[in-house]
T-cell receptor, first 111, second 113 residues
Framework: DQQVKQNSPSLSVQEGRISILNCDYT??????FLWYKKYPAEGPTFLIS?????DKNEDGRFTVFLNKSAKHLSLHIVPSQPGDSAVYFC??????????FGKGTRLHILP | DTGVSQNPRHKITKRGQNVTFRCDPI?????LYWYRQTLGQGPEFLTY????????KSRLLSDRFSAERPKGSFSTLEIQRTEQGDSAMYLC???????????FGEGSWLTVV
């Protein structure tokens, strides 16, 4: 049972435009949601998080939106830069601090 | 803060052999996680520890897999009688607990031939 779903395997965005990565979840009991970024042959690095009691969190070019009624979250990157090309993982944290990841979305920033 | 350290970074082994991976978490992080990642998939949860106590093991962790964290610091993940399906990147992560995210190491690549 896939509790965290990223339905878009890849996304291409023009440099300077907004990148929007989407994630859906099935369990209402998650406490936090996370976004990680991964380059090839490296471990994932933490980008931004959002508590389940919030609907928005912003950090520089990165903003995460949470829609609890739809069990949906999204990561907005604006403006997109070439270094943003990577795989992005959505993850959810339960009350026992167990973290479940989605399958990831590969983001390509086009020149 | 030297980050999460994993070794070996790469391991090629013949089917049926045993392999062991080691993870050194960030100092004083009491939570330690193991994940497995294959091509096109996200990190799949294997197990995690609170200090030396193993809190949960995934169904993915068959009897051939065992993880330990004997003194609540470093951890080992052993795979016995490796199979080709075990080929993957094994990721370790740690956190200080009561935090909303974890810090990953660079992973250990396993190739079973």
């Amino acid at each position: 049972d896939q509790q965290v779903k990223q339905n878009s395997p890849s996304l291409s965005v023009q440099e300077g435009r907004i990148s929007i990565l989407n994630c859906d979840y099935t369990n209402s009991m998650f406490d936090y949601f996370l976004w990680y970024k991964k380059y090839p042959a490296e471990g994932p690095t933490f980008l931004i998080s959002i508590s389940s009691i919030k609907d928005k969190n912003e950090d520089g070019r990165f903003t995460v939106f949470l829609n609890k009624s739809a069990k949906h979250l999204s990561l907005h990157i604006v403006p997109s830069q070439p270094g943003d090309s990577a795989v992005y993982f959505c993850a959810a944290v339960n009350r026992d601090d167990k973290i479940i990841f989605g399958k990831g979305t590969r983001l390509h920033i086009l020149p | 803060d030297t980050g999460v350290s994993q070794n070996p970074r790469h391991k090629i082994t013949k089917r049926g052999q045993n392999v062991t991976f080691r993870c050194d978490p960030i100092s004083e992080h009491n939570r330690l996680y193991w994940y497995r990642q294959t091509l096109g998939q996200g990190p799949e949860f294997l197990t995690y520890f609170q200090n030396e106590a193993q809190l949960e093991k995934s169904r993915l962790l068959s009897d051939r897999f065992s993880a330990e964290r004997p003194k609540g610091s470093f951890s080992t993940l052993e795979i016995q009688r490796t199979e080709q399906g075990d080929s993957a990147m094994y990721l370790c992560a740690s956190s200080p607990g009561q935090t909303n995210h974890i810090y990953f190491g660079e992973g250990s690549w396993l190739t079973v031939v």
